[in-house]
Structure formats: C-alpha cells, structure tokens
C-alpha cells in the first residue's frame, strides 16, 4: 500500500504542510459522524457542508448524501479537489464520474443510528477508481480505526444485501417480536428491556460459534408441537406477520438441517 502522511499524500498531488484537509458534503448523521471522527483522528474537516454545495481547500472530498443525490453532488464539486469518494455502500463509483477526478469509495460497516456513533473496530468496503484512490480510502479508514476490505462494483448490491440482512432486518425482528409479545400482555418498553439480553447473547454466540452451532430454541431441538403452539398464538395476536413467522421457521428448518413435518 502507498504509504500516506500529512504532507502529501503521493509525488503526483499537492503536498501541503498542514494536516490533511478533507471536505465532506452532508450533514447528516453519517457526514456529522465522519467529520468528528477525522478532526478526532488528527485531520482538518470544517463542519460538513450542505447538498448542492462545494468545500474550499480540500485534498479530498467525501459525498455523505442520500444515494439517489451522489452522481448530482459529485458534478457539483468538479475538479473541487484531487480525490472525490463516497460512503454508500451500494451505489458504483460511476456515479463520481463527473467529479473529473479518480474516485473512491469507503463505507463504513456500521449502524448510524445517531452521530456520535464510533467507528473504531468497524469494517470499511473500499473501492478506488485508480490504485492511488484506492490507497487513500484504504488509509482514511485505518486512520478511523476501521479495517478496509476492497469490494468491486460487481459484488457491491451483494455486499451491501448481506450488510441490511444483518442490521437493518434483524431492527425489523426485533419490533415483530415486540409486536408478538403483546399477545402476552408485554408493552413494547418491557418487551425491548427483557429481550436485548437474549439478543445480546445470541449475537455473541453466533460471533464465537458460528450459525449454525449458535442456534437454539423449538426448531434447532425439532420441537414440532411448540411451533404449532407458537404459529397459532403469531396468528391470533399479529396474523399480518404469520407469513414471515413460517418463512423463518422454513429458512431455520433448513439451518438445522430438520426436514419440515409431511
């Protein structure tokens, strides 16, 4: 990898003797975030500018925009500075064309529920458009103390699937199990404050374990009377989630290597 400081990044681009200047569009909590963590990380970031506009004086810039607006955003800070990237995970790097600059992408494998989440300890999928581009968003993640991994455009919509597979539906498991344990007289408050630690556990042994040795409960024991038991209290009290209950119960079947009842 290239190595990078604060003085110039490569022979090729200006050097400057000050801290390394990045601009970042957005100010959003993943832009709001981003700009903490690099000032925090030694860098010089003023407050994240709005959509339609373009940092001054940058050595880079970082379009923190919906994914819809990156391909709009990038034509808007044209030849603004030697580097433009991205933080979305799904969208190509061919949105940055009309940058008219090499572009990159890093997006950071976490949950921006609000803007003071971390990044250190993150994942990070980057791209470049150039291996100089590459390096860069490789080396501002490290210096977030992330871990890059290089993603190309080809297995990007896989990538960013598997990324909402395990955050953004397991948020939407957790409000349907909410949803269920009404049926037992539970508030979601209660049902939120007696469940995150199973949830916690679980995550936890799934990080050590893996999937598969990881699974409990009615199907990994093949269990079929409390399914029943189960699926006809989901169909009294939440029917509009039985199908998802079934589907999961299919799909849990098949991680435990159980045969579904004739």
Request: glycine fraction near 10%; hydrophobic fraction near 45%.
């Amino acid at each position: 990898m290239t190595e990078w400081t604060d003085r110039g990044m490569h022979s090729d681009h200006p050097s400057h003797s000050g801290p390394l200047r990045v601009g970042i569009v957005g100010a959003g909590r993943v832009g709001t975030a981003l700009a903490r963590a690099l000032r925090d990380a030694g860098a010089d970031v003023d407050a994240p500018v709005g959509r339609g506009e373009r940092p001054a004086r940058c050595d880079a810039i970082v379009l923190c925009v919906p994914d819809a607006e990156i391909a709009a955003a990038a034509e808007t800070v044209t030849a603004a500075a030697p580097l433009v990237g991205h933080t979305s995970g799904a969208t190509p790097l061919t949105a940055l064309t009309h940058a008219g600059v090499p572009g990159f992408g890093m997006h950071p494998l976490q949950s921006f529920a609000h803007p003071g989440v971390r990044f250190e300890g993150a994942g990070a999928a980057v791209a470049g458009t150039t291996p100089e581009a590459l390096a860069f968003a490789s080396e501002l993640a490290e210096r977030l103390g992330m871990r890059p991994f290089e993603i190309d455009d080809e297995g990007r919509a896989a990538y960013h699937a598997a990324a909402s597979m395990a955050s953004n539906f397991l948020v939407t498991l957790e409000a349907a199990a909410e949803a269920i344990a009404a049926g037992a007289g539970l508030d979601p408050d209660d049902a939120r404050g007696l469940m995150l630690p199973l949830v916690r556990q679980t995550v936890e042994n799934v990080a050590e374990l893996g999937p598969e040795a990881a699974l409990t409960g009615p199907v990994a024991r093949g269990d079929e009377a409390t399914i029943e038991a189960q699926r006809a209290a989901v169909e009294r009290v939440a029917p509009e989630l039985l199908a998802l209950f079934d589907e999961l119960v299919r799909r849990t079947r098949a991680l435990a290597k159980h045969e579904a009842p004739a």
